[in-house]
């Protein structure tokens, strides 16, 4: 399986702030609520190292394997991933691992930036939640920048099924965008890529509705 960052919203999505999951982040700030409608909520919160951390989550019609299809077809994630440029498999470790490099276009006054990502999935075999996590891998693997690179990042995706035969993504991450780039524009920019990237999943996820192989459905 090929997948890109995601990381998300890469999942961050370019220039924001995919997930972390780690204790000491989750001791800072309170989460404050920055978008909320019948689609998608997302919060926010700074972390101590003043970086902008992003949590969300949307309910989709969609089989659990339909989200990894999708990771899958690198080809197509400008059309879903917002401000992905384009994304390369570098390795393919074992089944449930893959490194890849995600670039991000520029606009106005910030720069192209691009991350090499490692993703390791797994599925829970009572819950059937799957769990994505999204960690750097700049320094495993020698690849020539396209832009500003990113390495201080963290992220993590789970799909939880539901009896309707839904699914519910959730999302949180971090990643430092690097360079000479304002707080104000990071967030602005990190929260619109977010919003985009769920709002176009619903539709995204319609032409993967298959099963995946290693991949349990309830």
Known sequence: ??????????????FGY????????QQHSDWQQAVANPHYQIDYRERANGILEL?????????????????????????????????????????HTHVVHTVFSGFFLVARRDMVTRSVWQQ????????????????DYKVPP???RM??????????????????????????PAGALLKALARSAALEALKKTLARLPAALENYQRPYPGIAEP
């Open 1 to 14: 399986m090929h997948y890109v960052a995601l990381g998300i919203c890469v999942l961050a999505c370019g």
């Open 18 to 25: 995919l997930f972390s999951g780690d204790a000491q982040a």
């Open 55 to 95: 949590r969300a989550n949307t309910v989709v019609d969609a089989r659990l394997g339909s989200f990894l299809h999708l990771l899958e077809d690198v080809d197509r994630i400008s059309t879903w991933l917002a401000r992905a440029e384009k994304a390369t498999v570098i390795a393919q470790p074992d089944a």
């Open 124 to 139: 829970d075999p009572i819950s059937h939640i799957v769990t994505i996590k999204v960690e750097n891998a700049n320094d």
């Open 146 to 148: 396209h832009g500003v």
């Open 151 to 176: 390495t201080a990042l963290a992220a993590e995706w789970q799909l939880q099924p539901n009896e309707d035969g839904s699914i519910t993504i959730l999302y949180q991450g971090y990643a430092d």
